[in-house]
C-alpha cells in the first residue's frame, strides 16, 4: 500500500483493557510515521468521546497524570460526517469553520470490549472502509472464549472440557451449575469471563472448593454476563503462536510464556519484569518455545486451522495449553489483535515492526479489494407486487 494514504489508528475505548490499548496504539502510530504515512490518532476516551489531534500521539499525555486528555483536548472533539462518509472516514470539528479530516484506511488498536469485538469493524464495514485485521464476525467469534472452543470442538480441534453459562442461568440455577461442574469437571478449574483478556477477571480455584469457586464466579460476572469454567491443565506450558495472512496465514515461531503465579496473570502479562506480553520481560519470555520440531510444527499447523475455521484475516494470536509430562495440547483462545501486535514474536520470526505493519496494511487493502468485487445488489419485483391479489399493506 502507497503511503500517501491518511490512516487513522483508534485506540482506547470504555474497556478494562483500555491501557494496553493506548501501548499499542503509540507503538503504532510511532511505526506509520517512521514509514513516512499521514497519521491520525483517534482516542476513544473511557466516558465513550471521540478525540481526535496530534497530540494524541504522544505518550506522554498518557502517563503524565497531571495532564488530563478529555480537558486538555476538548477543542479537538469531532462527530462523525455520516452524509460524506463512504469509501472513506469523516469527521468534523463542531462550530462555524470546523476542521475536516479524512481516513482512507482505518487501523484498530483497540482490545477487548467496544473494539476488538467486533463492533468498531462493523462501523468500518458500513462506512466502507478498508481496515487492519480480523473482520466483524470472526473478531466477535474470537472474543467469546465460549464459542472459540465450541468451534473447535465442532472441528475437531483439542481443547479442554467446559462448562458456560450466562447471569441469568447463575441467578436461577446456582446450585445446578455448581453441581455440574463438581460432577462433570477434573479439578483443579479455570474461571473466565467470556469476552475479556489480559487475564483480567480470571481465577484458578482448586481442591473442589465450592465457595471459593462460587466467589470466582461472582467476580467474573462483574466484568461479563456469561461466564466459562473449565479444566486445568497439569504440567503446564502456556505456548503462543502468531499468525498473518488473509486465506493462507503464514505462523511466528512460538513463544513460551513462563510465570510462577498460579496463572498466566495480568501483572506477569504486563508489569513484572516490563511485561512478556509486551516482550520486555527477559526470564517471562522464551522464543522459541522449549518444544521439538515435530511438535512446533503440528502446533503451527493447528494454529492456521484454527484462524481459517474462524475466519481469521490480518493478524491474531492463538494461545494454547500444553501438559509438558503427555505432550498433550489444546487451543485455549484466540487473540483477534494481539497486544502491541506481539511485535517482538515477529521480530524474532524475522518480520520487523516496519515491515509488519506494511504487510498489515496491504492485507487490509487485499481483503478490501476482494469484497468491493461481490455483488451486493440483487434485482427483485417484491415491492412492486405490494397490493397484488392477497397481499394488501393496512394504513
Known sequence: MENNKTIGVFFGSRSPEHDISIITGQLIIAGLLGLGFKVVPVYLSRQGAWLIGDALGKMSNFTNPQIQIEQELKYQKYYLDLENSHGKIVF?????????????????????????????QGLFEMLDVPYVGCDTASSAVAMDKALTKQICLQSNLPTTKFIVFTKTDWQKEKEVILNHVKAELAWPVFVKPVHLGSSIGIAKVSDQNINELTNKIE????????????????????????????????????????????????????????????????????????????????????????????GCSGIARIDFLL????????????????????????????????????????????????????NYAFQSSVLNNLGVGKLKLKK
Open 323 to 374: 501438559d509438558k509430562t503427555t505432550g498433550e495440547f489444546f487451543v485455549n483462545e484466540i487473540n483477534p489483535l494481539p497486544g502491541t501486535l506481539y511485535h517482538h514474536l515477529w521480530e524474532k520470526s524475522g518480520l520487523l515492526l516496519s515491515e509488519l505493519l506494511q504487510k498489515l496494511l496491504d492485507l487490509a487493502q487485499e481483503k478490501y479489494t476482494q469484497k468491493k468485487n461481490l
Open 219 to 310: 467476580v467474573a460476572f462483574y466484568y461479563d454476563n456469561k461466564v466459562l469454567v473449565e479444566e486445568g491443565v497439569n504440567n503446564l506450558m502456556d505456548v503462543t503462536c502468531c499468525l498473518i495472512g488473509n486465506d493462507v496465514p503464514e505462523a511466528s515461531l512460538l513463544q513460551e510464556s513462563v510465570f510462577s503465579a498460579d496463572l498466566f496473570n495480568f501483572e506477569e502479562k504486563y508489569l513484572k519484569g516490563g511485561g512478556s506480553q509486551l516482550g520486555k520481560s527477559q526470564s517471562g519470555i522464551v522464543i522459541p518455545a522449549t518444544l521439538d520440531v515435530q511438535k512446533t510444527l503440528i502446533i503451527q499447523q493447528t494454529a492456521q486451522k484454527v484462524y481459517q475455521v474462524v
Open 92 to 120: 468534523k470539528q463542531k462550530g462555524i469553520g470546523g476542521k475536516t479530516i479524512t481516513i482512507d484506511l482505518a487501523f484498530p488498536a483497540l482490545h477487548g470490549s467496544f473494539g476488538e469485538d467486533g463492533t468498531i
